[in-house]
């Protein structure tokens, strides 16, 4: 009798656990701040795959129920109970047509939307078209010169990092492609995700209803820091952006002379341009300071740093640039708002300077690479992302100094 | 005394040390090291199963019962001839051959004293599993033949595909889909036949099947000691000073864009129009009045654009992809095409645009004031 009533404990036990469970994995999928939640779509091209996958899903929970119903019942009915078994038969074709036509309807009535929206999603009537190159581990965009984006003209190449600004309410096409493994875009409430191959052009359509930020990552495993290769969407208005490309392409300023920055120009030609471009920079006898990515790195490329202070955030889009709570204004701001705060870049109020720092004085150290010296026979001494440059904390100061003022 | 099993095992552990020694001895570095460090753990494998036997007394008799081993079924010698000894004499022969003449040779002598080595061990085992050949003869199966009929699966239809592609590579380009298109009938046809008759005789079949096999293998052989009918490699760069100044080829070649997988990802068409004039088309405009004379192009990857010769000569399409400090300017090109035809042409683009001390352009040789930019940014 103890050993009953013990058996019954551990048996409600076990099934209040299991409740526990499974109440805890239903509510994780109700998390309101899910930036990258695909039941939240933004844009025609994510509604369309979103409406797809509610019909289907409705669809499936509805066989699903009538399948664990009969196969509940069949359990429930003929369970053994020392009755004798049944007469067994074999065949009945009546019923075996039956369950063949059932599921052909099914998937028919199911394969209509679904090519009919793989169709529409393929659609390349664009008002923009934008170049996105990945490699280990951050996205390059480039706006194709002498074309119009929503309206506004590109009269000049513009090359940024990271995050891809569109104007809202815009077909925007992106032509995807790779300079090293493959990787795969995604912008979660804005499309589906596209993977982006070395020697191939992949076509992916952007729209985002209204002005905001919409967060993605990198979803085609490329490497040790797959996982810190995420990316974002900016959507402004026509307005908004047509201030955003004006600043983009704006002529280069140089610091003040006497300035910290001024050294730190320097400090950049020295340490850091061998890599990474700063447009129109000119070494003091007037010679332009060209970088060389494609001598020093795998994929040929480093991050345009010629607009940095106009990004959130760097090292693919992985360490923000501004501090948390700008960061949650940012990202919580009204749609009507947002382009605005924007524009407005990264702050000194908001400009989370101890994170720069760090990523001068080690960046392997906050994002694993393949950048030790030690370690590049293989690749003929070329890096997979930026190696710890051994920056002095002064060298580090007038970087800081100069970079701040790159918006 | 040794049980028959733990001989195999023994022999197995001894011959893995003394391939260890020569391996490290003879490859050294990180390879040798690995591959050393394989065999011994290999050796060990078989010491222990060796040991692990010769407890047992190969696991059929009483492991105190002296003398047993040398009466039991498993200790009795083999029951009939064996090909496999000489199998692996001849694969043996090949291997030193090999190693002295074609890597080939070794390398397929390596497979025929494995295989040869397999069937062996399974045989001597399956021969002495127990005092009654049907039993015997019964585990070998089951032992074997899940290894054997999916290898001789796999070769019968390598050799099948091997001598179908050197036969479809012989005969001339005009008469591979009709040969295809017989042969497929025959077959379709034949086994329509074969199944519309309720019993086949196993000859029969066994014929028809030897019939197919020797006439697929003999046109085979026959194609590959004829060789392969000359085949055109579709060039789509020629060398820098015809490109510059254009000029035709001896023969021109309309077929450089055929490749789908290519025409499929162009970044741009170029269009060379009827009177002359040069536009780029990018992709992902629609609109045909959309006419670019500038390309965006991305660095440090391969990017692709279609020429379309609308003209009414013979044209090709020159990039020039700029000059970089004391190197010469960088040019590549289409081979000319005829009107109403197509060429890709690849690009590979390091540099900036700014990092040029020559512009980076596309122009067709011949064609004067027309040229569409490339930014590289």
């Known amino acids: ?407 | 005394m040794f049980t028959t099993g733990s001989k195999l095992f023994f022999g197995a552990t001894a011959l893995s040390v003394a391939g260890a020694i020569v391996f490290a001895i003879t490859t050294g570095g990180p390879t040798g090291l690995m591959g050393t460090i394989g065999l011994l753990s290999l050796a060990s494998i078989f010491g222990f199963l060796g040991g692990i036997n010769y407890f047992n007394s190969d696991g059929n008799v009483p492991a105190m019962q002296q003398g047993v081993q040398f009466t039991a079924s498993a200790a009795q010698p083999p029951v009939g001839s064996s090909m496999w000894p000489l199998v692996s004499a001849v694969g043996i022969g090949g291997l030193v051959v090999g190693a002295v003449s074609k890597p080939v040779v070794f390398k397929v002598s390596v497979v025929v004293v494995l295989v040869a080595t397999i069937e062996w061990m399974v045989q001597g085992w399956s021969e002495r599993a127990s005092a009654d050949g049907g039993y015997n003869a019964g585990v070998r199966k089951r032992i074997a033949h899940p290894l054997e009929f999916p290898i001789v699966g796999t070769l019968g239809l390598g050799v099948v595909v091997y001598a179908f592609s050197r036969i479809m590579l012989t005969v001339s380009k005009e008469a591979t889909p009709w040969i295809f298109l017989v042969i497929g009938t025959i077959i379709a046809v034949g086994a329509f036949m074969f199944t519309g008759k309720r019993k086949i005789s196993r000859s029969t079949l066994l014929g028809v099947c030897t019939i197919g096999a020797v006439a697929l293998l003999g046109a085979g052989v026959a194609s590959a000691v004829q060789g392969q009918r000359t085949i055109k490699e579709h060039e789509t760069t020629v060398d820098s000073a015809l490109c510059l100044e254009g000029g035709i080829e001896a023969e021109i070649d309309d077929h450089g864009s055929q490749d789908v997988s290519a025409k499929s990802n162009v970044i741009a068409n170029i269009f060379l129009e009827s009177n002359n004039d040069l536009n780029a088309r990018i992709a992902g405009f629609t609109d045909p009045e959309d006419n670019f004379s500038t390309i965006t192009v991305p660095r440090s990857t391969d990017v692709r654009i279609r020429f379309h010769n609308e003209s009414n000569s013979p044209q090709r399409l020159t990039a020039r992809l700029g000059t970089f400090g004391e190197e010469s300017e960088v040019v590549m090109c289409t081979t000319a095409i005829n009107p109403g035809k197509e060429a890709i042409l690849t690009l590979l683009i390091p540099k900036t645009n700014a990092a040029s001390s020559t512009p980076m352009e596309l122009q067709v040789p011949g064609v004067e004031g027309q040229t569409i930019a490339i930014v590289v940014p």
């Open chain 1, 1 to 407: 009798m103890e050993q009953s009533k013990k058996m019954v404990n551990r048996f409600v036990a076990r099934r209040h656990l299991l409740l526990a469970v499974g109440v805890g994995v239903l509510s994780a999928g109700c998390a309101k701040n899910a930036p990258q939640d695909i039941f939240q779509p933004e844009g025609k091209n994510a509604r369309l795959i979103d409406g797809i996958q509610r019909e289907l899903f409705y669809i499936s929970a509805v066989v699903g129920l009538i399948v664990f119903a009969a196969v509940g019942y069949a359990v429930w009915k003929f369970k053994d109970r020392g009755q004798e078994i049944p007469e067994q038969t074999h065949g009945n074709p009546k019923l075996e047509i039956l369950l063949t036509i059932l599921p052909a309807i099914i998937l028919a009535v199911v394969a209509v939307p679904s090519v009919a929206a793989v169709f529409e999603l393929d659609k390349k009537d664009n008002d923009c078209v934008i170049n996105v190159t990945g490699q280990q581990w951050w996205w390059e965009y480039d706006y194709v010169q002498g074309s119009t984006c929503g309206g506004v003209e590109i009269t000049k190449s513009i090359v940024t990092t990271s995050e891809l600004v569109i104007p809202a309410d815009t077909d925007v096409l992106l032509r995807i492609t790779s300079r090293d493994v493959i990787h795969s875009y995604w912008i979660p409430r804005l499309n589906g995700k596209r993977d982006a191959v070395p020697g191939r052009l992949h076509t992916l359509r952007m729209q985002a209803d209204q002005p905001g930020i919409y967060t993605g990552q990198c979803t085609e495993f490329c490497g040790l820091s797959h996982a810190r290769m995420r990316q974002a969407a900016v959507a402004l208005t026509t307005a908004d952006f047509q201030t955003w490309v004006t600043n983009q392409t704006a002529d280069y300023v140089a610091p003040a002379a006497g300035s910290l920055a001024a050294v730190g120009e320097g400090t950049f030609q020295a340490q850091c341009s061998k890599c990474h471009q700063i447009n129109d920079l000119f070494t003091a006898d007037g010679t332009p300071v060209l970088a060389a990515p494609d001598l020093y790195v795998v994929s040929g490329a480093a991050p345009n740093l010629s607009k940095l202070m106009t990004r959130t955030a760097i090292a693919g889009w992985t360490f923000d640039l501004i501090s948390a709570e700008c960061r949650d204004k940012l990202w919580n701001a009204a749609p009507e708002d947002f382009g605005a705060l924007y524009l407005k870049g990264v702050t000194p109020e908001c400009f989370d300077e101890a994170t720069l720092r760090t990523w001068l004085r080690n960046s392997p150290a906050m994002k694993p690479m393949y950048a030790d010296p030690a370690k590049l026979a293989a690749t003929g001494g070329k890096t997979r992302g930026m190696p710890n440059l051994n920056l002095t904390e002064d060298q580090i100061d007038e970087l800081v100094a100069y970079l701040t003022e790159r918006k």
